[in-house]
């Protein structure tokens, strides 16, 4: 059996004369099997990046082999001769099947045990684990699935229909692109990929059925590692307001989709820099965006019209904005200490309420719709680099909403 892993080779000699190891996990390539001659005898070889012809441990000479963090994916395994200790890091389900092989061989207990003779283990270079796939074409694929060590997978241009199953086992997967598709839908699962950074999904067909399955966005793991999130050139007729839930959104791609309203929940990711909804049906924007510091944001080739809305004059009580039920009072502190909620910590219809929530001009959230104008601003105002329509200047309507009587005075004296 072979192991495609990481390793460092701790020399205990070393250690005891205080030469220290160099701490750097080499990829490598651990083979288990037998001595051809003596089928009791077992080895374990030692391929790694440094050393290709591999050097050879008897399991016989093994010491210990500490498995106290198995399920994080790491062991390590020490030799009596030579004084090696190998650190493994690994995926753990490989890890588990290749220690379950290795104590068999230390127990004995070989009956039904398949091991490959040594002399035939050799190791190419496709055995070093890769880390990075590009599929071309379907029969690209390969045949034993993808490697549980892919970091970055390409699978575009490949008319897949549905998301492949095989990539939620991919635990450490950072980029994966399935641009120039025909997907329409992401499992719910996916939330759940534990390092993903960058998700490339131009060019599908993801909305084109209308409702889109937004599931995923929950997943606890996804939201705390995404940045990169591209899904133009679908069919989007809306952005769900859960997309707040990716806390570390920094670049934001929604061109060429049909979508006419943005959610106002959008001005709560603090990292968003880059925006880009060029080729669009927006009419008007949510005044929370103006709350994002944005780097650069694109809205060429939208639908945008100059409608000022005169004010009119609303007779409201102070006491409609400082006397609230108290799901409004409790709903605001929620939203103003950006405390995280999701349904599987509060009901569903107090999560639609926060995530219905607008926000005012002034970054404090407005649980009651009571005072709302449509007023334009000049965008290139607030965001340092705007991409618009040729000839025309970036004033654009934004539907505003105000949390006091002072903001919305502030606002109408600004018209
Ligand atoms: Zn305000």
Redesign the pocket.
Known sequence: MKLQCLVDVVNRQHTALNIRSSGKYLKSTLALGKEPKCATDYFIIHFSTVNKSGLKYKVESIKQVFVKCLNEGKATIRFEDPTHDLCIKCEVIQLKCFMRLLKSCITGDTKGLQLTNLSNISVTGKDVAPTKLVVRDRSEFPAKGLPRTLESLYLSDLKLCNFRRDILLLRQLVVLDLSNNEIEKIPPEFGRMPSLSELYLANNQIGIKGEVDWKWLLGPQITKTLKLLDLSGNKLGYLPKAIWKLQKLVTLKLDNNVLKKLPATLGRLNTLRYLTISRNELETLPCSLLQCRLESLDLSTNSFHHQEQIPTTIKHSPWDFYVNSLVHVSSKVVLKNKLYYAPNIIPWTLVEFLDNANM?????PVVNDILSIRKSFELKDYFRMVVFDNNRDSTVSFECY???Q??YSKIIKGV
Do not use: D, V
């Open positions: 005012c001009i002034c970054g404090a105000l949390c006091s002072k903001c």
